[in-house]
């Protein structure tokens, strides 16, 4: 598609239960990227994918989170019973290489 | 370790007037920059990149932005500001020797007046 594409907009979740959200790159975009925002902040980083590899989790804040891109292409997080810290903003980021990231509009989750 | 600096919070404007939001960096290698652009409910979209080559970077919406590396910064300005300008601006560093990470500020919230 022209864009990164982010399912679904909005999430509400009652504590404790486990919430799975999509990223759909860019079509060819090699690397791509998990970033929690929390309000007013920047992005804080999770975990990148180099095509099905995921080279990097060091920013996963606990082992409730799972990230997972298994073709390479569409990429999936996961939180494991969720709790009302985990309430953010979930961006997912695609790149082709050097270039900027092309972000989609986000997940906002909400942990009630 | 790398790091982004945007000093302030929040900057207001009048419309027609230069903007500039700032932003300074601390990297190891040679510096990748980047400006993003936030509207409330969206996700961040791209503005303008450093990579190399001419020091002032021409982006979209008429924004550009200069690198300075003596003074470690990339700050991001406009020559006339527009209301629809208004949101919130990020500016990202990488470390363009090996790292893909993306190290990001804190936001400066523009707010442009009529």
């Known amino acids: 598609g022209a864009g990164v594409s982010q399912s679904p907009r909005y999430k509400v979740a009652k504590r404790g239960q486990d919430v799975a959200l999509r990223c759909d790159p860019i079509s060819g975009h090699v690397s791509l990227f998990w970033y929690q925002q929390a309000l007013g902040q920047g992005p804080e980083f999770l975990t990148y994918?180099?095509?099905?590899?995921?080279?990097?989790k060091s920013g996963l804040p606990s082992d409730r989170f799972f990230a997972e891109r298994p073709e390479g292409s569409v990429s999936t997080l996961k939180i494991q019973r969720t709790q009302q810290e985990d309430s953010a903003v979930y961006l997912c980021a695609s790149s082709l290489g050097q270039d900027g990231y092309t972000f989609g509009s986000g997940t906002r989750l909400t942990v009630v | 370790a790398q790091s982004v600096a945007q000093p302030e919070d929040q900057v207001n404007v009048a419309e027609g007037n230069p903007l500039t939001v700032k932003c300074t960096y601390s990297v190891s290698g040679n510096p990748y920059l980047f400006w993003y652009v936030q509207y409330p409910n969206r996700g961040l979209q791209f503005l303008l990149k450093?990579?190399?080559?001419d020091n002032l970077v021409k982006g979209s919406y008429g924004f550009e932005a200069e690198f300075n590396k003596s003074q470690t910064s990339f700050h991001l300005k406009k020559p006339s500001a527009l209301v629809s300008d208004s949101a919130l601006y990020f500016c990202a560093v990488r470390d363009g020797g090996s790292n893909y990470q993306l190290i990001w500020g804190a936001g400066t919230k523009l707010i442009i007046k009529p």
């Open positions: 994918f180099q095509n099905e590899a995921q080279l990097d």
């Open positions: 450093y990579i190399t080559g």
